[in-house]
């Protein structure tokens, strides 16, 4: 389950992403930081909630 081969994208999220790509290199990676941050956070909290 999951890798590239099976992502699928729709225009909003699409959207969302070239207009991050497109801001400043400092302004991306705070971005970037705070998603890895709320991906990191939801897989731990799914892990412990048995």
């Known amino acids: 389950m999951g890798g590239a081969a099976n992502?699928?994208?729709d225009k909003k999220?699409?959207?969302r992403m070239e207009d991050i790509e497109a801001?400043?290199?400092d302004e991306k990676e705070k971005i970037?930081?705070?998603i890895d941050m709320a991906?990191?956070?939801?897989?731990t909290k799914?892990?412990?909630s048995l």
């Open 39 to 43: 991906i990191t956070y939801n897989k």
């Open 32 to 34: 970037y930081y705070f």
């Open 46 to 48: 799914k892990a412990y």
């Open 13 to 15: 999220l699409l959207k």
């Open 23 to 25: 801001l400043p290199p």
């Open 7 to 9: 992502m699928v994208l």
